[in-house]
């Protein structure tokens, strides 16, 4: 076991108590100046702590957003917004996330910290020597006399520490030296500039995703990524919800009427979105169903051979429609999903796009013959 190792199963020991919210002070000291540092700090504490009480060899545990927010007394949606700022901002490469399905079917927040890397940034190793100060030499300390007590070490003011003193008494070794830096930190990696690449990185997955569904090649313009970082800066949605947003928008619009909306633009704007993510929420966990366009009802629902429009799907995807005597109805369908670039999808979207195309196209067939 290594060090750092020993020094992380420590912090777990001492981390997450019941009855009180325990913050330790070096992760204030970490997060530093940020306006929530309490509230990540808070958070990263109770992550610290559930990390060793997981059981699973690949470090994996899972926690419920209100399940955070009880230990912490934050709102669920605070929580969402404080787990995507450490992951993003502060804790990139050391905590990495993913839902998860538990064995009743329901998705879960998982996550899994690498314990040496935490402590590196935590407690990060300070070298022997100083970079030179403003004279260019050598920053050292400073010898007081030999006989003086050990004191605290006072600040300027400008909050900063003062110069590093040699503290030494009769009964103590007169090489041993308690000292304090004088030089700042290093500014962390994940600055400013390193969250805008990362937004931007995770705008154009989105975009290419998007691109992708519809068989559109959308831009990698400002136009087109602008709204998506705005919602990820602002943690009103990760990255995968938004692929939810588009799988569930592309699944019900693509090759209807509504298919114009289908863009970046229109889809992330912030007037739409929150809607938007709402209702592909709700499809998600409902297993994503086919979806239509148009109002479902009983008597249409009824209309429908399933058996049939199953059969079709295999036929088309595996090429091999014209060895059979497709139905009218099976060549109109087959037509839309071809202009719907279904065989280059995914076979869940695929299918559940299928079979609204069926559903839309057996409708409209049962009107015309009605007319």
């Not at 100060?133 to 400073?142: D, K, R």
Request: proline share 4%; charged share 25%; with cysteine.
């Amino acid at each position: 076991m290594t060090t750092s190792s020993r020094i992380f199963d420590v912090v777990q020991a001492m981390s997450g108590q019941k009855n009180v919210i325990i913050i330790p002070r070096p992760y204030l000291q970490f997060f530093g100046e940020d306006q929530q540092a309490y509230q990540l700090a808070a958070v990263l504490n109770q992550l610290v702590f559930w990390s060793g009480c997981g059981g699973r060899d690949d470090g994996w545990f899972y926690k419920t957003h209100e399940e955070l927010g009880e230990e912490v007394e934050l709102g669920r949606d605070q929580i969402r917004r404080i787990v995507t700022k450490l992951e993003s901002k502060y804790l990139a490469g050391v905590l990495d996330t993913a839902n998860r399905r538990l064995n009743n079917g329901d998705k879960v927040k998982h996550y899994r910290l690498d314990g040496d890397k935490l402590i590196e940034l935590i407690f990060p190793v300070k070298k022997d020597a100083c970079p030179p100060n403003g004279n260019g030499e050598s920053a050292e300390p400073e010898q007081q006399n030999r006989h003086s007590e050990t004191a605290d070490v006072p600040f300027d003011g400008n909050g900063e520490g003062a110069v590093p003193i040699l503290y030494t008494d009769l009964n103590t070794d007169p090489n041993l030296q308690i000292i304090k830096p004088s030089c700042q930190p290093a500014s962390p990696a994940d600055g400013e500039e390193f969250i805008a690449k990362r937004l931007t990185r995770e705008a154009t997955e989105v975009v290419e995703h998007l691109s992708k569904l519809t068989g559109v090649t959308f831009e990698l313009s400002d136009n087109n990524l602008q709204h998506i970082r705005a919602r990820l800066r602002n943690a009103t949605a990760t990255k995968d919800e938004m692929l939810v947003v588009v799988d569930h928008l592309v699944a019900c619009w693509l090759g209807t009427k509504f298919a114009r909306g289908l863009n970046p633009s229109k889809i992330f704007s912030s007037e739409k979105f929150s809607s938007n993510l709402l209702a592909a929420k709700a499809w998600d966990t409902a297993g994503r169903p086919a979806c239509s366009s148009e109002p479902a009802t009983a008597s249409n629902d009824s209309l429908i051979d399933v058996t049939e429009r199953d059969a079709a799907y295999r036929r088309y995807m595996s090429g091999t429609i014209s060895q059979t005597k497709p139905s009218d109805l099976e060549l109109r369908v087959c037509k839309a999903a071809g202009a719907a670039n279904l065989r280059k999808q995914n076979s869940t979207f695929a299918i559940s796009r299928w079979n609204s195309i069926w559903k839309e196209q057996a409708q409209r067939g049962n009107q015309g013959a009605a007319a």
